[in-house]
């Protein structure tokens, strides 16, 4: 007598045949604007720590965010499979960084967050998961901020708040509109 599990013979082909049940995230805006946090935060780190993970972040980042949205509503298990490989990879590595070099970790903090970052833009299909993809990038800026030394982080931080700023102004005129108020 073999050993069963209680869900019955073809539990794994009906998980793999059902639909995706929690609501994907559709807005194209609201993932530009993640993906630009991202960038922003990726380019800020390596300017204040004079690093170069640019240069391979944000190609991967604008290519798993476009990956990612046009599997949104798949269960992508393989991809999520390979994710979680990577990133268990990713977490190793930066243990192993870790115990060098104990004296200054948040570079190795920066690098890793990075790492993350970019395998996470591949599978952001929910707005919990945009918003996991906000808070990095975050994280990302004060890392950013605490390694900065030079007056050259203070451009991309102004990058960073012009941007909310500029859409700001830009739903404030759509509000007008719809009043039917005249601007020029």
Same mark, same amino acid.
């Given at each position: 007598m073999a050993w069963r599990l209680p869900l019955g013979d073809d539990w794994w082909q009906k998980m793999l045949q059902s639909p995706v049940t929690a609501e994907v995230e559709n807005s194209i805006t609201l993932r =530009?604007?993640?993906? +630009?946090? !991202? !960038? =922003?935060?990726? /380019? +800020?780190t390596d300017v204040a720590a004079e690093?170069? *993970? *640019? %240069?391979? @972040? /944000?190609?991967?980042s604008i290519l798993g965010s476009i990956w990612g949205y046009y599997r949104r509503r798949d269960r992508?298990?393989? /991809?999520? %499979?390979? !994710? +979680? !490989?990577?990133?268990? =990879?990713?977490? &190793? @590595? %930066?243990? &192993?960084?870790?115990? &060098?070099e104990l004296n200054d970790t948040r570079l190795d903090l920066a690098e890793f967050l990075i790492q993350v970052q970019v395998l996470h833009c591949f599978d952001v299909s929910h707005r919990k998961d945009l918003?996991?993809?906000v808070i990095v990038g975050l994280i990302?800026? *004060? =890392? +950013?901020a605490k390694l900065s030394q030079a007056? @050259? %982080? @203070?451009? /991309?931080?102004?990058l960073f708040l012009a941007r909310p700023a500029y859409f700001s102004r830009l739903s404030f005129l759509t509000w007008l509109r719809a009043l039917n108020i005249q601007v020029r």
């Amino acid at each position: 007598m073999a050993w069963r599990l209680p869900l019955g013979d073809d539990w794994w082909q009906k998980m793999l045949q059902s639909p995706v049940t929690a609501e994907v995230e559709n807005s194209i805006t609201l993932r =530009v604007l993640v993906l +630009a946090l !991202i !960038i =922003v935060s990726v /380019v +800020a780190t390596d300017v204040a720590a004079e690093t170069w *993970s *640019s %240069f391979w @972040a /944000v190609p991967l980042s604008i290519l798993g965010s476009i990956w990612g949205y046009y599997r949104r509503r798949d269960r992508n298990i393989p /991809v999520k %499979f390979c !994710i +979680a !490989i990577e990133m268990l =990879v990713a977490l &190793g @590595a %930066f243990l &192993g960084r870790l115990m &060098g070099e104990l004296n200054d970790t948040r570079l190795d903090l920066a690098e890793f967050l990075i790492q993350v970052q970019v395998l996470h833009c591949f599978d952001v299909s929910h707005r919990k998961d945009l918003g996991d993809s906000v808070i990095v990038g975050l994280i990302l800026l *004060s =890392v +950013a901020a605490k390694l900065s030394q030079a007056l @050259a %982080f @203070a451009s /991309v931080l102004l990058l960073f708040l012009a941007r909310p700023a500029y859409f700001s102004r830009l739903s404030f005129l759509t509000w007008l509109r719809a009043l039917n108020i005249q601007v020029r």
